[in-house]
């Protein structure tokens, strides 16, 4: 499925995917979310990380509320349940994933951003889970990873009160990893990309598809699914040479920020 809303870019190693649906606030229409979804199922492997970010003022409006229409139970789940496919393809995909924000983050463009595993916000961005308000739920994967970022308390807040958070606010609460000057998100998702597309490939893999499990793993099963992935990644011959590389003088060292 392609869609003339969404634009992808190949910047050599990585990938920039924008919303381009400004005049509409980005929202997120079923043929966007399935698009989203065909674009990170066929990245070509020489993308090392992918950029997110959203055309216009905003970042995105969430759910395209025009076909919010009348739906029985079951095509409800269905619909949900196509948005968990989707940004399930951007969490547990090939690649880090980079959100660079602005503007309105809200209802389902919150659950995209959620999904990305780096957040960067300029100090336009704003958060909030209409849903509430709406008379609905969230259905793109919020319940989930929302509390992930926030914890539930906040979010039950968020969605019964209709509370907004600024930048500097969701940087506090953790919604962004990153607050940067307005105008400025793109370019410092791009830096964290190009940096993180650097990496051995099985570190991203392990910090993509293993720390999450692990985090929600009890202690016990934790500190053997970290071993069994400690294993695999440091035979890897590509961190043999990276540790060589620093013992040898040919590797960074860790400098002060
Ligand atoms: C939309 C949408 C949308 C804008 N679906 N068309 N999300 C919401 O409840 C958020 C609804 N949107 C807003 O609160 C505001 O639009 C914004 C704060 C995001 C931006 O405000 P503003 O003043 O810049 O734009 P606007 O004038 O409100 O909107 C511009 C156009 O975009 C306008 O259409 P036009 O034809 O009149 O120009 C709006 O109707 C349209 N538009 N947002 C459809 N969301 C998996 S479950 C997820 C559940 C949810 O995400 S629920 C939350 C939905």
Known sequence: MTSSD???ELRDDVAIIRLTRGAKRNALSDGLILALRD???NLPASVGAAVIDGEGP???AGLDLSELKERDAGQGLAHSRLWHAALDCIEKGPVPVIAALHGAVVGGGLELASACHIRVADRSTFYAL???SRGIFVGGGG???IPRLIGVARMTDMMMTGRVYNAEEGERVNFAQYLVDEG???DKAFELAKRVATNAPLTNYALMHALPRIAEQPADHGFFTEALM???VQAAPEAKQRVRDFLEGRG?????G
């Open 184 to 186: 400025t998100a793109f």
């Open 230 to 232: 400690s294993g695999i």
């Open 6 to 8: 969404l634009h992808i």
């Open 58 to 60: 905003h970042f995105c």
């Open 130 to 132: 209409p849903e509430g």
């Open 39 to 41: 674009a990170f199922q």
């Open 252 to 256: 960074a060292k860790v400098s002060k």
């Open 143 to 145: 319940s989930v990873r």
